[in-house]
């Protein structure tokens, strides 16, 4: 039973680049959330989407980053001209239901900005 | 907006002492969930706790959640090198809608 996928595990971008990460949430699961992780931090709630909707975009910043989860694929958190405090840790998990439901994590994307 | 706080951020334990993390929220919780990083990792899910003044264990580990259902607490008796790790508590104010606010973190170090 595959658990949630993210990939690359890795990604380097160059400053002003366009960042494409992607995640398939767990069989069964409908619901998709992304989170961001600096170094020795927490995990900063991002968005939550449902198939075909945004849920809660209230974590995302207003410029730049963008969100989907189409009704076919994968769920795709997308970053438009790429600045060096962009680098961290993005995570996605998947749930059941809502967030009151326990999440599940990918291994995460690893973004490097040079 | 919801603010969780944990404390201590960092904790150096003698292998076979007892651990505690705290949480506490701004905001009253519906629920409060944890988990666990390990070093290079995902975080794991441990546990949720939805009633006010509900215990949990888990083994050595033994999770509380406050009667006012602002405050958590995760403790680990005996602690082991394979308790090292990052632990998170995460909550939930709104209807579900929201997703979880997370807490710091308490990184657990172990010296064997």
């Known amino acids: 039973n595959a658990g949630v996928m993210q990939n690359p595990r890795h990604l380097v971008r160059r400053r002003g680049q366009e960042a494409r990460l992607r995640c398939s949430p767990m069989?069964?699961?409908?619901?998709v959330y992304w989170y961001r992780q600096l170094p020795e931090e927490g995990l900063k709630f991002m968005v939550y989407?449902?198939?075909?909707?945004?849920?809660?975009e209230s974590g995302m910043p207003k410029e730049r980053f963008s969100a989907e989860f189409p009704k076919e694929g994968p769920s795709i958190l997308r970053i438009q001209q790429v600045v060096r405090g962009d680098s961290a840790a993005y995570f996605c998990?998947?749930?059941?239901?809502?967030?009151?439901?326990?999440?599940?994590f990918g291994d995460g994307t690893r973004l490097s900005i040079l | 907006g919801q603010q969780v706080m944990q404390i201590p951020q960092y904790q150096h334990v003698q292998e076979g002492e007892d651990f505690t993390t705290y949480c506490n929220s701004s905001?009253?919780?519906?629920?409060i969930q944890w988990y666990k990083q390990r070093p290079g990792g995902h975080p794991v899910f441990l546990i949720q706790?939805?009633?006010?003044?509900e215990v949990k264990k888990q083994k050595r580990l033994t999770f509380q959640f406050g009667e006012a259902k602002k405050n958590s607490s995760l403790h680990i008796t005996a602690t082991q090198t394979t308790d090292v790790g990052t632990y998170f508590c995460?909550?939930?104010?709104?209807?579900?809608?929201?997703?979880?606010?997370f807490g710091k973190g308490t990184h657990l170090i172990i010296q064997p």
């Open positions: 998990a998947s749930s059941q239901g809502g967030a009151v439901q326990p999440q599940h």
């Open positions: 069989k069964g699961h409908s619901h």
């Open positions: 989407l449902q198939k075909e909707n945004i849920i809660d």
């Open positions: 905001t009253t919780l519906s629920n």
């Open positions: 706790l939805v009633k006010s003044g």
């Open positions: 995460a909550g939930l104010s709104g209807g579900g809608a929201d997703g979880l606010t």
